[in-house]
Antibody, heavy 119, light 110 residues
Framework: EVQLVESGGGLVQPGGSLRLSCAAS????????MTWVRQAPGKGLEWVAN????????RYAVSVRGRFAISRDNAKNSLTLQMNSLRAEDTALYYC????????????WGQGTTVIVSS | QSVLTQPPSVSAAPGQKVTISCSGS????????VSWYQHLPGTTPKLLIH???ERFSGIPDRFSGSKSSTSATLAITGLQTGDEADYYC???????????FGTGTKVTVL
């Protein structure tokens, strides 16, 4: 079964850092763009960042630009989101998502990992 | 403050039809494909429609998508209680150079 499993979430103080990971299985990971999406408590879904198949094209939401970094290791079938200078508004459930169709048509979603930024 | 605007809520009786609009601009919907997602509380979002009007594998034909100029629409016919969920449109925005979600619409079956 095609699967994405996130890990690395937790409680962190404002200004701190956290590294999220996503393990992909049962598909050719290197063939797909990958995206991170988040949902803050009581809010809608928010696109965070994406990365192309080779890892050399990365785009970010304005809200995280300069603070978050997306990367991938195709040999290990893994996706990473390095989050620095965290703010209370970054508190959310973070999803790792596979992009299968044009312009962020996302077909496979992980279960998500929770990030809480609080003192 | 998304660049894609959806109505906060729509409702209808079982068996009826609802339509959800997604309004954007030439920076996004006008020049890119739109996809639609269903998000039930406590579950992961589910792809319904991609490339404006293509139903994803396994999605019943009660769900349909369309696009005209800078707006897109999701229609749900034969409404069922299991369709109660939040629905989001998504596309790319070239000015932001980022993906964008719509504001989300809650569908209620009366």
């Amino acid at each position: 079964e095609v699967q994405l499993v996130e890990s690395g979430g937790g409680l962190v103080q404002p200004g701190g850092s956290l590294r999220l990971s996503c393990a992909a299985s049962e598909f050719t990971f290197s063939n797909y763009w990958m995206t991170w999406v988040r949902q803050a408590p009581g809010k809608g879904l928010e696109w965070v960042a994406n990365i192309n198949q080779g890892g050399n094209n990365k785009r970010y939401a304005v809200s995280v630009r300069g603070r978050f970094a997306i990367s991938r290791d195709n040999a290990k079938n893994s996706l990473t989101l390095q989050m620095n200078s965290l703010r209370a508004e970054d508190t959310a459930l973070y999803y790792c998502v596979r992009v299968a169709f044009e312009d962020e048509g996302m077909d496979v979603w992980g279960q998500g990992t929770t990030v809480i930024v609080s003192s | 403050q998304s660049v894609l605007t959806q109505p906060p809520s729509v409702s209808a009786a079982p068996g009826q039809k609802v339509t959800i609009s997604c309004s954007g601009s030439s920076s996004n919907i006008g020049n890119y494909y739109v996809s639609w997602y269903q998000h039930l509380p406590g579950t992961t979002p589910k792809l319904l429609i991609h490339d404006n009007d293509e139903r994803f594998s396994g999605i019943p034909d009660r769900f349909s998508g369309s696009k005209s100029s800078t707006s897109a629409t999701l229609a749900i016919t034969g409404l069922q209680t299991g369709d109660e969920a939040d629905y989001y449109c998504v596309t790319w925005d070239r000015s932001l150079n980022a993906g964008v979600f719509g504001t989300g619409t809650k569908v209620t079956v009366l």
